[in-house]
């Protein structure tokens, strides 16, 4: 497969494409919703479109480097959580306890 027929695979503005993302989401896509989340994903690609048009020359990526001072964000605060039902729901692999990853670091 050529890298431009790759690239039309994973647009998700083809049909193709748009279950390709769906399926990385772990979503099941109805045929019928196909029109309604390429229109949406047609706009979010525009806006990164128009955020790859902003001049950031000399702006830092760091948020450490940002010109507010931190006592601006917010405090952290303890707030409800989902229930763990519904935080496991769409997980892939998981126990009673939480989320089952694969082993990253051998012994």
């Known amino acids: 497969m050529s890298s431009a027929e ?3 695979t994973h647009d998700p503005r083809t ?14 896509l ?3 919703q196909h029109d309604a989340i390429r229109a949406h994903m047609e706009r979010v690609l525009g806006w990164v479109e128009a955020l790859e048009q902003v001049d ?3 702006v830092s990526a760091n948020l450490h480097d940002a010109p507010w001072p931190s006592e601006r964000l917010r405090a952290d605060e303890v707030r409800p959580s989902l229930p763990r039902e519904a935080a ?13 990853l694969p082993r990253v670091v051998s012994e």
């Open 6 to 8: 790759r690239d039309l």
């Open 30 to 32: 109805e045929p019928g």
């Open 88 to 100: 496991l729901r769409n997980a892939p692999l998981a126990d009673e306890v939480g989320f089952v």
């Open 56 to 58: 950031v020359e000399g």
């Open 15 to 28: 049909d193709a494409g748009l279950d390709h993302v769906a399926r990385l989401a772990r979503l099941e």
